[in-house]
């Protein structure tokens, strides 16, 4: 088959391309116990994610570098079955020719080929009438849900990365639970403005800071959302200013979400890393947010992570069939199933300044 392949960690243009003869996917490379688990699809939609540039990068090759180069990048994705595992086909709930959505789970590889094997416990049939390429864009939203539904009804929110992937799917999922006052920073505010995104005010964060932003400071928001990282070091230096907070501390129920880290780009070669950046600095940031500085300062919460069953894309893409979600797509795509193509999705992917989710048609 046709297939986009990694080949190193490096440059875009010297690692990726789309080859021919690939070796198409194969039940006959999976455990016989673990065949049915799995589906394998023709691939019509791929949703890039920020893990794609990243593996390229090699700063976290340990632990999120494919098994062996080269391999095939992309996760999220849309298609249709064409074929279930004979060890399934009593008890799965989907058959050949049904449409597919299904996010990754190990890391983004494998979708970015004509035909890919997907995981049957991350994926859902696709709503009636959407698009691959919406179907693929929201199976790659999914963390959207999960965010969107944190929030009750009534509260003041304030998302910054407002305009990417998720944030362009998060606000409808918001709006959706009943949030009465959602805020958004961008680097193009006004389309915050506009539907299906919808945003109450729109700011360009390279000429306000939000931290500062006197409208903001009046009526300190219940939640922020950090979508683009680095947000919580510069709360604490609004704090250490003495600053008029924008956001209520954690004693009167203000919460602080994230789902990145510090730095979008970032190392992570060993445990010490792992256990630094994923459970101390967030143990020790929610800790201190919950007790002896909660009358300060929001509770610190971070969200990365996504559960394992298809519950998630199950509302996701309910919320879409009920007219609450429409996928959102970056304008400069859909891009062509070529190797220019592919590296154009992956340079837009890279830059962070996706307006939605970045999308390649593959069929």
């Known amino acids: 088959m046709r297939a986009a392949q990694g080949k190193g960690y490096g440059p ?3 690692m ?6 690939v070796p198409t996917p194969s039940f006959d ?15 019509e939609a791929v949703a890039m994610a920020c893990g794609d540039v990243r593996i390229l990068t090699g700063r976290t090759k340990e632990f999120q570098g494919p098994p062996a180069f080269p391999y095939i990048p992309g996760g999220d994705v849309a298609g249709v079955v064409v074929q279930v595992p004979s060890e399934a ?3 799965s709930p989907f058959a050949v ?36 390429e919406d179907a693929a864009a929201l199976a790659g939203a999914c963390p959207a849900t999960l965010l969107g539904e944190r929030v009750k009804k009534g509260e003041r929110v ?10 362009s799917h998060v606000c409808q999922i918001m709006r959706a639970n009943g949030a009465s006052y959602i805020a958004g920073a961008s680097m193009t505010p006004n389309r915050l403005l506009q539907a299906p995104l919808s945003y109450d005010e729109a700011i360009d964060y390279t000429k306000e800071d939000p931290f500062s932003y006197g409208k903001f400071q009046e009526k300190p928001f219940d939640v922020v959302l950090d979508l683009a990282g680095g947000a919580w070091p510069k709360l604490l230096e609004a704090s250490q200013r003495r600053e008029k ?10 919460r602080f979400l994230t789902v990145t880290f510090d730095t979008a780009i970032y190392d992570m070669h060993s445990i010490s890393d792992v256990l630094k950046l994923v459970l101390l600095v967030p143990l020790w940031r929610a800790a201190k947010s ?8 929001p509770k610190y919460t971070f969200a990365m992570s996504l559960p394992g069953d298809r519950e998630v894309m199950t509302k996701t893409m309910k919320y879409a069939e009920d007219g609450k979600l429409k996928a959102v797509t970056d304008p400069s795509g859909p891009f062509p199933f070529s190797t220019e193509g592919v590296r154009d999705a992956f340079r837009v992917q890279e830059s962070r300044h996706g307006k939605g989710k970045v999308i390649v048609q593959v069929n």
Do not use: H, Q
């Open 12 to 14: 875009i243009d010297d």
């Open 16 to 21: 990726i391309s789309v080859e021919t003869k």
């Open 29 to 43: 490379d999976v455990p016989k116990n673990k065949r049915k688990n799995f589906l394998i699809i023709r691939t």
């Open 89 to 91: 086909k009593d008890s």
């Open 97 to 132: 020719g049904d449409r597919v959505a299904s996010r990754f789970v190990e890391g983004p590889r494998g979708a970015l080929g004509e035909y890919a094997m997907i995981s049957e416990a991350v994926c859902e049939k696709i709503p009636a009438g959407m698009s691959s």
């Open 158 to 167: 304030l998302v910054l990365g407002a305009g990417g992937g998720v944030g």
């Open 245 to 254: 907070p924008i956001i209520k501390p954690a004693a009167l129920g203000g």
């Open 290 to 297: 919950r007790f002896w500085a909660r009358s300060s300062l």
